[in-house]
């Protein structure tokens, strides 16, 4: 799901979001799995709560209980369903689970005749949540600082089932790459991402927009990373009260306005476009084929064979064999994608090909 989003209206939309969503730690025996794993229920014997079971939280719980997915996906596809129930009613109820408490995160629509309530995810107590309305409030203040003193626009945002980014482009810090496009014109950016899920840590890197063909690529290798884990106890439950865990959130507020601002620094944006420069005049070794090199590189980086003859197209019509050539072509097929988890993945794909250096990058090529 791709949308154009002012930074009031993202924050907006995230904290109207917000108001239904709702977690809960409870035992794991407190938890009932039924209609072939589809749905969940959590009952302390006075009270039920119960929902759809999504493929995500499906997939969690049942590596916590060592139950492979792919076996849970066979039987369902079998029509199982009484076998899918068991296997995970007998690992949750049984004795060594007493002790494990859960963190289940969920979709609360009681409140709506019309839609039933989602677990979104299991998780272990170590979880640290911060969730989108946390990430929105700590980048919230920053970027409207950073526009107060220059033009910032939003390339795009993303609300997936899983994600949230958030692409920006500062219009003013423009460099030209030299390349064999003429005018070949970069913009300095940043990308922000989160998962209130368990499906990647906060994520704040440099985000650069070229102009020719209106690509984004990542290519910030030392982009800060923070996990959604705490400390825990031997039991892998989380020990900090409450007064520790916001005082961790607002450290991780703070850290957030400071990378950001990181990402927009005139010297930093300099030396990656100097990496562009440096790519743009690694040409691929005159013995081996374009079209060849492609291929590899699709099996270095694990692209589908759909991605493959998109990116191949791609580099033919520009005609530049230059590692900056390759790594706008798998770019460009991010521009062109549908799904916008993978084309963030494919942008930071590019970003890996300009980061290796020159005898990484011909041993790749080569590899065909």
Not at 126 to 141: A, H, I, R
Request: proline share 3%; glycine share 6%; with cysteine.
């Amino acid at each position: 799901m791709q949308n154009e989003y002012t930074i009031e209206e993202l924050a907006q939309r995230v904290r109207v979001d917000a108001e239904r969503k709702r977690d809960f730690i409870a035992p794991t025996t407190q938890a009932t799995v039924f209609n072939g794993g589809a749905n969940i229920m959590l009952s302390d014997g006075s009270t039920n709560y119960d929902g759809i079971f999504s493929d995500n939280a499906r997939r969690q719980l049942g590596t916590h209980l060592g139950i492979p997915s792919q076996y849970i996906e066979k039987l369902q596809a079998r029509g199982m369903d009484e076998l899918v129930d068991t296997n995970f009613n007998q690992l949750l109820h049984s004795p060594v689970e007493k002790a494990t408490d859960r963190l289940f995160r969920t979709y609360d629509n009681s409140s709506s005749v019309q839609a039933p309530n989602v677990f979104r995810s299991a998780h272990s107590r170590s979880f640290l949540t911060f969730d989108y309305v946390d990430l929105m409030d700590g980048v919230e203040p920053v970027l409207h600082q950073i526009a107060d003193k220059q033009e910032l626009k939003f390339i795009s945002t993303g609300l997936t089932d899983d994600k949230l980014y958030m692409k920006i482009v500062f219009p003013n810090m423009q460099l030209q790459v030299r390349s064999k496009q003429v005018n070949d014109i970069v913009e300095c950016g940043v990308i922000i991402s989160n998962s209130e899920t368990g499906h990647g840590s906060i994520i704040v890197k440099q985000f650069i927009y070229r102009l020719a063909c209106l690509n984004g690529m990542t290519v910030d290798e030392s982009g800060p990373r923070r996990r959604h884990v705490g400390s825990a106890n031997a039991r892998g439950e989380l020990d900090y009260q409450s007064d520790t865990i916001i005082s961790m959130k607002q450290t991780l507020t703070k850290q957030l306005r400071d990378h950001v601002l990181d990402c927009v620094n005139e010297d930093k944006f300099k030396a990656t476009v100097a990496k562009f420069n440096a790519s743009a005049q690694d040409e691929l070794d005159p013995s081996v084929e374009p079209e060849d090199a492609i291929e590899s590189v699709g099996k270095k980086f694990s692209l589908s064979d759909s991605e493959v003859k998109q990116a191949k197209r791609s580099l033919l019509e520009d005609g530049d064999y230059s590692r900056w050539g390759f790594a706008n072509a798998i770019t460009n097929i991010a521009h062109k994608s549908e799904d916008y988890d993978r084309a963030t993945e494919l942008q930071e794909l590019g970003g890996n090909i300009i980061n290796l250096n020159p005898k990484q990058w011909q041993r790749v090529a080569l590899a065909a």
